[in-house]
C-alpha cells in the first residue's frame, strides 16, 4: 500500500493578508483534502499556496502526492524535482519520489530515493516500509522481511509494514504467517484494501474458496476494485467452477491494468480449460512475450505444448 504522508506547515507570523499567512492557509486546506483521499481538490489548493509563494517546497512535495494517487507520475515527477530543488533536506520527497518511481516498476530508482530519504530521516518507518516493498518487487525477499522488521520496530503496529511483510510470506508459501500479518493489518486498519485482496490470494492458494471470495468482494467493495482484487477474486470463482465470474473478473482485471500478466495467464487457462482454444492460446502467447514473470512464461508453454501448439522460446 503506498502511504500519504501528512506534512504540516509552521504559518509565517503577520497579517492576514501577507503572501507567507494565505499561503499557508491554502496549503493547510490542501493537506485535509489530501488526507481525505480528495485529491483533484487538494492539487487545487496547493497550486493556490504555491502562487502565494512559489518556494513552498512541502506544497509541490504535496501537490506531486496527489498526482501520484491519481497514477498521473510524470507530473507528480516534476513536483516532487521541485520539492527537491527547493529543499534538497526534505525526506519526504525523495520517499515520494521513491513510490513513484516503484509504481512505474522502476524499483532500483526507488530503493535509491528510499536510501537518500532515510539519510535525512534515519529510521523512518513509514520510508522502511516501502523500501521494503520495493526490495519484494525486486524479488529480494531478505532484505524486504529485513526492512519491514525494522519498519514494525519504529513504528509499532504500522498496518502497512505488516501487509507487505506478508505479501513476502506469502510468496515463500509460509500461509498461516502471511495470513496472521494480513489479518493483523486489519485488526489496526479495518477499512484498508490491501490486506483483504491479499487474504484473498491466501486463502485461494489453501484451498479455503469460499473464505477467499468473502474477503476478494471485501477488497472491491472497499476499494473501488483494482485490477488484482478483481483477479484474486477471478481465481477463487476459477477453482469454485463459477466459470463465467471467473472470466468476468479475469476481464475487468485486465481492462483496469493490461500490463497485469498473472491475470493474463489466468484467462488463457481458464480459456483453454473451457475450450476456447484461440482465445486462449493468444492470451498465453502474451504472456510468453511479456517475459516478465519466468514462472508464468513457462506454465503457459506447458499449456500450450498440451494443445500441441507451437511455442516460441
Given at each position: ?66 498526482k501520484y494517487q491519481l497514477r498521473r507520475f510524470d507530473e507528480a515527477l516534476v513536483d516532487l524535482n521541485a ?231
Amino acid at each position: 500500500m503506498k502511504t500519504v504522508l501528512a506534512l504540516t506547515l509552521t504559518l509565517a507570523l503577520g497579517g492576514c493578508n501577507t503572501p507567507g499567512f494565505q499561503a499557508g492557509l491554502a496549503y493547510g486546506r490542501g493537506t485535509t483534502q489530501l488526507n481525505a483521499g480528495r485529491y483533484e481538490a487538494a492539487i487545487e489548493l496547493f497550486t493556490q499556496a504555491l502562487q502565494f509563494d512559489s518556494d513552498l517546497a512541502v506544497a509541490y512535495n504535496d501537490r506531486g502526492l496527489a498526482k501520484y494517487q491519481l497514477r498521473r507520475f510524470d507530473e507528480a515527477l516534476v513536483d516532487l524535482n521541485a520539492a527537491m530543488r527547493k529543499n534538497p533536506r526534505l525526506a519526504a520527497a525523495y520517499n515520494n519520489r521513491g513510490m513513484v518511481y516503484d509504481a512505474i516498476g522502476a524499483a532500483k530508482e526507488a530503493i535509491g530515493n528510499y536510501d537518500e530519504a532515510l539519510r535525512i530521516a534515519p529510521g523512518d518507518g513509514i520510508t522502511l516500509s516501502n523500501r521494503g516493498l520495493a526490495w519484494y518487487h525486486m524479488r529480494d525477499d531478505d532484505r524486504a522481511l529485513s526492512d519491514f522488521t525494522a519498519a514494525l520496530a519504529a513504528k509499532p503496529g504500522y498496518p502497512n509494514a505488516y501487509n507487505n511483510r506478508g505479501m513476502v510470506f506469502l510468496r515463500q508459501g509460509h500461509i498461516d504467517q502471511a495470513v496472521s500479518d494480513f489479518r493483523t493489518a486489519l485488526e489496526a486498519a479495518p477499512r484498508m484494501r490491501e490486506p483483504h485482496v491479499n487474504l484473498a490470494n491466501a486463502f485461494d492458494q489453501s484451498g479455503k474458496y469460499d473464505s477467499a471470495v468473502a474477503h476478494g468482494r471485501m477488497g472491491i467493495q472497499i476499494g473501488g476494485g483494482s485490477a488484482t482484487a478483481h483477479n484474486n477474486l477471478g481465481m477463487a470463482f476459477r477453482h469454485l467452477a463459477q466459470h463465467d465470474s471467473a472470466m468476468a473478473h479475469f476481464d475487468t482485471a485486465l481492462a483496469r491494468d493490461p500490463r497485469l500478466v498473472v491475470a493474463l495467464s489466468n484467462r488463457g487457462a481458464l480459456l483453454l480449460d473451457l475450450g476456447r482454444t484461440a482465445e486462449g492460446r493468444r492470451d498465453l502467447e502474451a504472456v510468453i512475450a511479456n517475459g516478465t514473470r519466468p514462472e508464468l512464461s513457462e506454465d503457459a508453454r506447458v499449456r500450450l505444448r498440451k494443445i500441441g501448439a507451437r511455442v516460441k522460446h
